[in-house]
């Protein structure tokens, strides 16, 4: 990154694009992890996210995975009976790379089919070449379309439990574990509405930052109310959670808090997603050897199952920032393990803290008021870099937040969002002093759904990576959330406590050993180049 410094579990389908017959199969070929709307298609007269002009959407685009009216996928998935389309292609006359003839290959060959290795021959949108029966799985060979194994949502659950979706085949399942009709309607018993940019927020609140009493004067006057405040240690100064007057619309409302107080410190009391995004179970209950990173580091992300096993070599602390006691959900107990690596580092004890933005009500969950307490929080621990696995939309006092505590010489590393090649770039990874970190696969080939732009700064192992849910049990795991944690662990290798110039040498030195993909030089790809996990 340049030293300036220059995102919901998301849909998933029955039709896992990824077969269980192989589980160490690298490809990333994997489903559109962040759609989160079923109202519009990934593929209608057009290509994979973002593989041309004209964008992913059909009616809207797809910021941060959580757009109202406009998504990835239209009719509800994007696999039909286990392929990526009705008929085994994943695209309706569109390509990865604008090659005629309805292919979805990356490396452009044509014929309709879906392969990642250049296999041509329309067999219905297989990944290697294999065309019996139109199937989308990495691993060939199969009739009839993929077996859907194990696609989980973000609670753990797996094909054995009730919420799993081979139990209901064509459901999408987002963060909590909704399908999109459920969202809906418990977005609307829990007022939360869709702001002007597709982004879930609470009906009717505002986060702001350091508030004058006179402002809060002012606002009391016009029939704003304080429901809560608190003050920041570290961020410093004081966050404030505010309801507008119940006669006026939100936008209104906002209108008024931007006459009275900085605009740059008031927005919606945004609720921000996991960055989650697809994972199956893996057949070998193994991982792979990672030394820890004998550091402190901070976690912002689901609470994690502290208990298990994989976490006897690092000190663990926990607090719940919505609830009143973190929850072990699977994001991030997976993110964690990746952190924590799975053996002690010689030298010094590693220790994790974890703030859990999700647990609690689900109103509140994932709302900006609790990631700016659990910045400070983080902050106030002297953790020298924090990992944020989150994708929401730009939040004026969440971003105040991050500004003052890199200023102090604490480094944010973030995923950089699983919306496609044309999303828009989603938050916090892209902003200017957030390290951006997107995903590539053994192969060293991006993930396909990964977002790109100038805040990707840099690579990491992401697709099919071993990593445990909050039951204990290996599974592989896709996503720019998985990649993040492995850029961070190496960072805070490096940096024994917050310090401004420390953090400018990490990162330059970060950038230096970082192996060049793609174009040569920095890009929009793969930024610096990719990072490689600690042994």
């Not at 239209?74 to 389309?85: E, I, L, M, W």
């Not at 109103?363 to 700016?372: K, T, V």
């Not at 938050?427 to 997107?438: I, K, L, R, S």
Request: glycine share 16%; net charge negative.
């Amino acid at each position: 990154m340049t030293i300036s410094l220059h995102a919901p579990l998301a849909a998933q389908d029955a039709g896992d694009d990824d077969d269980d017959d192989n589980d160490d199969e690298d490809d990333d070929d994997v489903e559109d992890p962040d759609d989160q709307d079923p109202g519009g298609d990934d593929d209608v007269g057009g290509d994979d996210p973002g593989d041309d002009a004209g964008g992913d959407d059909v009616g809207g685009d797809d910021p941060g995975g959580g757009d109202a009216g406009g998504d990835d996928d239209a009719g509800g998935d994007d696999d039909a009976g286990g392929d990526d389309d009705a008929g085994g292609g994943d695209d309706a006359g569109g390509d990865d790379d604008g090659a005629a003839g309805g292919d979805d290959d990356d490396d452009g060959a044509a014929g309709g089919d879906d392969d990642d290795d250049g296999a041509a021959g329309g067999g219905g949108g297989d990944d290697d070449g294999a065309t019996v029966g139109g199937d989308d799985d990495d691993d060939g060979p199969a009739a009839g379309g993929d077996d859907g194994d194990d696609i989980t949502d973000d609670r753990g659950d797996t094909d054995d439990g009730a919420d799993d979706l081979d139990d209901d085949p064509g459901q999408w399942l987002l963060p909590s574990g909704e399908t999109e009709t459920e969202r809906t309607a418990n977005d609307e018993r829990d007022r939360i509405d869709i702001d002007g940019d597709g982004f879930r927020y609470r009906r009717g609140e505002f986060v702001a930052l350091d508030l004058t009493a006179a402002d809060l004067a002012e606002l009391k006057a016009g029939g704003f109310q304080l429901v809560a405040s608190e003050n920041l240690a570290s961020v410093e100064g004081t966050v404030l959670l505010l309801r507008g007057p119940a006669q006026i619309t939100d936008e209104a409302a906002l209108d008024t808090l931007e006459t009275i107080a900085d605009p740059d410190t008031i927005g919606y009391n945004h609720l921000f997603d996991s960055s989650a995004v697809q994972t199956k179970r893996r057949k070998s209950a193994s991982v792979q050897q990672r030394a820890a990173c004998g550091c402190q580091i901070g976690l912002i992300d689901t609470g994690i199952a502290t208990g298990l096993a994989y976490f006897k070599h690092v000190t663990l602390s926990q607090r719940a920032f919505n609830g009143k006691a973190a929850e072990a959900r699977l994001h991030g107990t997976a993110v964690a393990h990746l952190m924590a690596g799975t053996k002690a580092d010689p030298a010094a004890r590693t220790k994790i803290f974890v703030a859990d933005i999700f647990s609690g009500p689900r109103e509140s969950a994932g709302s900006s008021f609790a990631l700016i307490k659990a910045l400070d929080w983080l902050a106030a621990q002297g953790v020298p870099v924090i990992n944020i696995s989150l994708s929401g939309p730009r939040n004026p006092a969440v971003a105040g937040a991050i500004a003052r505590i890199t200023m102090r010489g604490h480094v944010i590393v973030a995923a950089a969002g699983n919306d496609g090649p044309a999303a828009p770039p989603v938050f916090p990874g892209a902003y200017d002093n957030v390290v951006g970190v997107t995903a590539v696969d053994a192969q060293n080939r991006v993930y396909r759904y990964a977002n790109r732009g100038a805040h990707v700064d840099f690579a990491a192992r992401g697709v099919a990576v071993p990593a445990i849910d909050a039951k204990g049990e290996v599974r592989d795991a896709t996503g720019t959330s998985f990649a993040a944690p492995l850029v961070a662990a190496r960072l805070a290798r490096q940096l024994g406590k917050a310090d401004p110039a420390a953090a400018k040498k990490a990162i330059r030195a970060l950038e230096a050993e970082a192996r060049d993909l793609g174009p040569r030089g920095r890009d929009p790809i793969y930024g610096a180049g990719l990072v490689e996990a600690s042994q």
